[in-house]
């Protein structure tokens, strides 16, 4: 088990509860992933999960960014929305990234560890809790070192 995240210092008012942030990373499909490269900071998109402890996401082996983790684990992620000012909410999440399972994942053989999170993948992006592994995706799971939320709707409500 992780150790628990940095709390929130600033925008106490406007901070998601920790129900709200379990169901709001459980409804969003897309984060942004920034890893380090040789050449500096790199921000992908992602589909992910959120299992209330760690952020899991299934990226391509193949990929600069699983190069740049292999290299230094440490990440940033965001998940945010909204159009107009007091819309807006989201999370960010620091923390680091470390490899879960085979390399690549091809699912021949169950594991105890991934188990969880590629029910929740499967059922939140194909409707199916079957997973689909083609060979070319492996599983990072992130650690978060802090986490910090917003919910700019909390401020219409005042």
Known sequence: ???QPRTQRR???IAMSPAELDAYLNGARTCRAATVGRDG?????LWFVWDRTYLWLYSIVRSQRWTDVQRDPRVGIVVDDGHDYLELRGVEITGSAE???EVPRIGAAPDELLAAAE?????KY???????HDG???WLRITPAKIVSWDFRKLAAH
């Open 1 to 3: 088990m992780a150790d």
């Open 11 to 13: 925008g106490r008012k």
């Open 41 to 45: 900071p790199r921000v992908t998109p």
């Open 99 to 101: 490899v879960v399972g």
């Open 119 to 123: 029910r929740q993948f499967a059922s």
């Open 126 to 132: 194909s409707g199916s809790p079957d997973m689909f």
């Open 136 to 138: 070319r995706h492996a």
